[in-house]
């Protein structure tokens, strides 16, 4: 175990999970802001990719078909939304549906499994061929990054404004929001929609850093996107109050968890195969945090042992 090849890996490892963190800001606002657990994620990251991917394939610019894949994510998100409220399936349900059919529309959008784009043919706004040995603004890590806290400023901007505070009202009560008249059922679509638009931006930026767009590439978004988002609020939450700070700590908990992947995988603790499982029990252990703090470690229940072994 070269500690040196640990090293080398690493600016590939921040730019992955810069471009993660995008998704898991998406997935913080539903799960969050919302209080809604959408499953659609792990087909509209894929939705992002192939849109973009198929734009360019096309002959547009760059800008534009990030701009046409955050819109295809933000109709992913519509589609969701419009099935839990108009139809009155329950989000989780409603997040099911939306990610099976995306299957088969991003199937339709690509025309098959996988779609690759040549980073010497096309101008890619990001690439893993970018990592090394470029200038810095063609470099993944300060591109995303850049990108990154353009949205955070935007998402701050927009989360303090009535529309807003609404949406954020209605993922705290939403009886108590109905009551002061504000339309619940729209501040489920909107936020449903953001969010998803979010990762159908990070869905864009994936596929071009990875060099292709493949129907499988958003299986497990949504595992990664919540260990993410319970790491940001593990590690930062008692650092970061202000809302924008708490989407950087997201973004930050997306790169630490790419650096215990990676380190997991130069360890050589499991094999690739089994980085899913990995994932998923990051997830329940980081999720079962705050539940064994309460039963076991608050101190009520260490008072209440001391007495008993008085």
Not at 5 to 28: D, E
Not at 71 to 91: D, E, W
Not at 249 to 258: A, F
């Amino acid at each position: 175990m070269n500690i040196l090849n640990l090293l080398n890996a690493m600016p590939g490892v921040f730019s992955q999970g810069l471009i993660w963190g995008i998704t898991a800001i998406g997935i913080y606002i539903t799960y969050r802001v919302l209080d809604i657990a959408d499953l659609t994620v792990d087909g509209s990251l894929c939705t992002g990719g192939a849109v973009c991917i198929m734009m360019m394939l096309s002959g547009h610019n760059v800008f534009i078909a990030m701009i046409t894949a955050t819109l295809a994510g933000m109709l992913t998100g519509l589609v969701t939304g419009l099935f839990h409220t108009f139809m009155g399936i329950p989000a989780i349900l409603a997040g099911i549906l939306s990610q099976l059919g995306l299957y088969s529309v991003n199937l339709k959008i690509m025309g098959k499994a996988n779609q690759a784009i040549n980073v010497d043919k096309y101008d890619l706004l990001v690439s893993l061929r970018y990592i090394k040995g470029v200038v810095f603004y063609k470099n993944p890590i300060f591109v995303v990054a850049f990108t990154i806290l353009i949205l955070v400023f935007i998402l701050y901007w927009f989360f303090g404004t009535e529309l807003g505070c609404a949406l954020r009202a209605t993922g705290c009560n939403g009886n108590m929001s109905r009551a002061q008249g504000i339309n619940t059922n729209k501040s489920k679509v909107l936020g449903l929609m953001i969010s998803n638009g979010l990762v159908g931006l990070s869905g864009a930026l994936l596929a071009q850093y990875q060099g292709f767009a493949d129907i499988n590439m958003g299986r497990g978004a949504i595992v990664i996107g919540l260990a993410a988002v319970i790491i940001g609020e593990a590690v930062f939450g008692k650092i970061f109050k202000n809302f924008g700070f708490k989407l950087i700590g997201v973004v930050l908990g997306s790169i630490i968890y790419y650096i215990v992947l990676q380190v997991v995988i130069w360890l050589k603790i499991v094999d690739t195969d089994s980085l899913k499982l990995l994932s998923a029990l990051i997830v329940a252990v980081f999720l079962a945090i705050p539940f064994w703090k309460g039963k076991y470690f608050s101190k009520s229940v260490l008072k209440k042992g001391g007495n008993s072994n008085a």
